[in-house]
T-cell receptor
Framework: KAGVTQTPRYLIKTRGQQVTLSCSPI?????VSWYQQTPGQGLQFLFE???????NKGNFPGRFSGRQFSNSRSEMNVSTLELGDSALYLC????????????FGPGTRLTVL | AQKVTQAQTEISVVEKEDVTLDCVYE???????LFWYKQPPSGELVFLIR????DEQNEISGRYSWNFQKSTSSFNFTITASQVVDSAVYFC???????????WGAGTKLIIKP
């Protein structure tokens, strides 16, 4: 079975731009979660989606948004990028909602200049 | 107070040595889950193990073993006969019944020297 895939793997943007990251979960998995990882803050939860509905949201500003499609694929969007948004964005999928085990993708490394 | 503490920021050992990564957690829940993930330089978090609070049996998987002790709120991870490919950052995480969100430790960077 193919693992979680994320595109693109690397992205360079400038302040003020917006970005969309994509995540395809493991086949059959219905839950997708997003995390931001930075050296200073570690792993921080962004949101969790299940059956196209956002179930949980972390403590991030409204510039961070996401959605899930009927095929369970998910996208997250960051608008008006700031330098502090530079991070590794990880997507994880699970069969069902928490506490089901989450399996992670390779991440998208976003650099904001 | 941190709910998941990985006190060892970085550990460096020579190949073939045994190494133990510590994880201490804090929770008032009686139902919770503990996880270990490995993050190699490529960045992907690789799931290693999940343990629920009612199962205190130690687990062994090849060179990997886990020691879960509720009395000391610890869930330690031991690699026997370490190999260079074990070099990575290892994260311990807690999932509590209140919302089952993963609460992450800061991670331990493990360096295995040839």
């Amino acid at each position: 079975k193919a693992g979680v895939t994320q595109t693109p793997r690397y992205l360079i943007k400038t302040r003020g731009q917006q970005v969309t990251l994509s995540c395809s979960p493991i086949s059959g998995h219905r839950s997708v979660s997003w995390y931001q990882q930075t050296p200073g803050q570690g792993l921080q939860f962004l949101f969790e989606y299940f059956s196209e509905t956002q179930r949980n949201k972390g403590n991030f500003p409204g510039r961070f948004s996401g959605r899930q499609f009927s095929n369970s694929r998910s996208e997250m969007n960051v608008s008006t990028l700031e330098l502090g948004d530079s991070a590794l964005y990880l997507c994880a999928s699970s069969l069902e909602v928490r506490p089901d085990t989450q399996y992670f993708g390779p991440g998208t490394r976003l650099t904001v200049l | 107070a941190q709910k998941v503490t990985q006190a060892q920021t970085e550990i460096s050992v020579v190949e073939k040595e045994d190494v133990t990564l510590d994880c201490v957690y804090e929770t008032r829940d009686t139902t919770y889950y503990l996880f270990w993930y490995k993050q190699p330089p490529s960045g992907e978090l690789v799931f290693l193990i999940r343990r629920n609070s009612f199962d205190e049996q130690n687990e062994i998987s090849g060179r990997y073993s886990w020691n879960f002790q509720k009395s000391t709120s610890s869930f330690n991870f031991t690699i026997t006969a370490s190999q260079v490919v074990d070099s990575a950052v290892y994260f311990c995480a807690l999932s509590e019944r209140i919302d089952y969100q993963l609460i992450w430790g800061a991670g331990t960077k493990l360096i295995i020297k040839p």
